[in-house]
């Protein structure tokens, strides 16, 4: 399996554009994250999808962001407008709904700037 | 809340075993793991313990877990330059069918050849 894809791997766009970032799960893993990682704040979970279901979103920061999952091989975190505060490295993980081990397998992530 | 703590820097020499150290504060937590995160990569699964246990071995690799004093530890010996990277801790949460993982900031190792 090729792993968890992201796309863009970097991404600068100034502030008040819209940004959309892509991950595409590892096949067959039922559990997808997004996760916002920065110096100050670590890694942060910014909601979950279960069977392409939203579980939990309290991790979002605000309305002007948003999260999709239309089937099971693809999702999108979008951003709009944006802001500077918003740069961080965005990253997409999968797991398997099955078993206890929980571990989740971790995409490359996106890079995001915004000036 | 969860909260999962670790030190943010270690610095050892190249040969030399390197520990990790973690608290947590889940005691219901059913497995606890360790991440490696290499520059400009995603977090990879470095091991994981299961609750029940004290101690896994993985080649250089060994974790111990007190249960007691919430306290898990990655030793690593034999320390390489490719060991260089960021070691975060996380902890499962409690809750059936829960599928979140508490990280820890990370530790940043630096291994001086």
């Known amino acids: 399996d090729a792993g968890v894809i992201q796309s863009p791997r970097h991404e600068v766009t100034e502030m008040g554009q819209e940004v959309t970032l892509r991950c595409k799960p590892i096949?067959?893993?039922?559990?997808l994250f997004w996760y916002r990682q920065t110096m100050m704040r670590g890694l942060e979970l910014l909601i979950y999808?279960?069977?392409?279901?939203?579980?939990?979103d309290s991790g979002m920061p605000e309305d002007r962001f948003s999260a999709k999952m239309p089937n099971a091989s693809f999702s999108t975190l979008k951003i709009q407008p944006s802001e500077p505060r918003d740069s961080a490295v965005y990253f997409c993980?999968?797991?398997?709904?099955?078993?206890?081990?929980?571990?989740?397998?971790f995409g490359p992530g996106t890079r995001l700037t915004v000036t | 809340g969860e909260d999962v703590e670790q030190s943010l820097f270690l610095s050892v020499r190249e040969g030399d075993s390197s520990v990790i150290n973690c608290t947590y504060t889940?005691?219901?937590?059913?497995?606890l793991y360790w991440y490696k995160q290499e520059p400009g990569a995603g977090l990879q699964l470095l091991t994981y313990?299961?609750?029940?246990?004290d101690m896994k071995q993985d080649q250089r690799l060994t974790v111990l877990l007190n249960k007691k004093d919430k306290h898990l530890s990655l030793r690593i010996a034999d320390t390489q330059t490719g060991d260089s990277a960021i070691y975060f801790c996380?902890?499962?949460?409690?809750?059936?069918?829960?599928?979140?993982?508490?990280f820890g900031k990370g530790t940043k190792l630096s291994v001086i050849p």
């Open positions: 993980a999968s797991s398997l709904g099955t078993g206890e081990r929980y571990e989740q397998y």
């Open positions: 096949s067959g893993h039922d559990y």
């Open positions: 999808f279960n069977n392409n279901v939203p579980i939990d």
């Open positions: 889940d005691s219901s937590s059913t497995y």
């Open positions: 313990i299961f609750s029940n246990m």
């Open positions: 996380a902890e499962s949460l409690s809750g059936a069918g829960s599928y979140q993982l508490t």
